[in-house]
T-cell receptor, first 116, second 114 residues
Framework: AQSVTQLDSHVSVSEGTPVLLRCNYS??????LFWYVQHPNKGLQLLLK??????LVKGINGFEAEFKKSETSFHLTKPSAHMSDAAEYFC??????????????FGKGTKLSVKP | DTEVTQTPKHLVMGMTNKKSLKCEQHMGHRAMYWYKQKAKKPPELMFVYSYEKLSINESVPSRFSPECPNSSLLNLHLHALQPEDSALYLCASSQPSRGNYEQYFGPGTRLTVT
């Protein structure tokens, strides 16, 4: 069975400093992994995805994540935080109902706060 | 165009009302999903439609009734809801092909049951 653990429920950084949001996953096969962002009272936006190609994945808004199989991790980073990055971030692993469509298994989320 | 639209944005309904949520996508996706999201929680999967057929129902109470009239539209019919059903309801779509699992989400409908 697949699962995902986001190691921090809340991360607070100052504007202009690096961001690190940590995620570990468990999967019985080679997974697809995603990071989604949700701003207050909004839907979820796909930031980036890993699907067994390059292990360093670049996403939108300057975010990137590195897939490390040996550590079963998929941490999200950004070199310099912006005020607009304040949001809830979900690490997600693809499940498998055995069919061609995948269900998504969500972590509990990490709330990112950015201080001026 | 990677947009999924949902209407209405907000809905307030009494426990005896009947209402419907609507979702639309024009990306040619053939899988569509309904999720329920409570405050400060991740989304919970409710239903999955694949090629307009209901393929997954996550033991959702019968007061929620999904419908997929065509490949672009997804409805969620609501009847006799309870206050605990108040939540953000998210629609998503994806291509139902192996290895292509990312889902695109709409902005959601904020439902309040009084």
């Amino acid at each position: 069975a697949q699962s995902v653990t986001q190691l921090d429920s809340h991360v607070s950084v100052s504007e202009g400093t690096p961001v690190l949001l940590r995620c570990n996953y468990s999967s019985s096969y080679s997974p697809s992994l995603f990071w989604y962002v949700q701003h207050p009272n909004k839907g979820l936006q796909l930031l980036l995805k890993y699907t067994s190609a390059a292990t360093l994945v670049k996403g939108i808004n300057g975010f990137e994540a590195e897939f490390k199989k040996s550590e079963t991790s998929f941490h999200l980073t950004k070199p310099s935080a912006h005020m607009s990055d304040a949001a809830e971030y979900f690490c997600v692993v693809s499940g498998d109902y055995g069919g061609s469509q995948g269900n998504l298994i969500f972590g509990k989320g990490t709330k990112l706060s950015v201080k001026p | 165009d990677t947009e999924v639209t949902q209407t209405p944005k907000h809905l307030v309904m009494g426990m005896t009302n009947k209402k419907s949520l609507k979702c639309e996508q024009h990306m040619g996706h053939r899988a569509m999903y309904w999720y329920k999201q409570k405050a400060k929680k991740p989304p919970e999967l409710m239903f999955v439609y694949s090629y307009e057929k209901l393929s997954i129902n996550e033991s959702v109470p019968s007061r929620f009734s999904p419908e997929c009239p065509n490949s672009s539209l997804l409805n969620l019919h609501l009847h006799a809801l309870q206050p605990e059903d108040s939540a953000l309801y998210l629609c998503a779509s994806s291509q139902p092909s192996r290895g292509n699992y990312e889902q695109y989400f709409g902005p959601g409908t904020r439902l309040t049951v009084t």
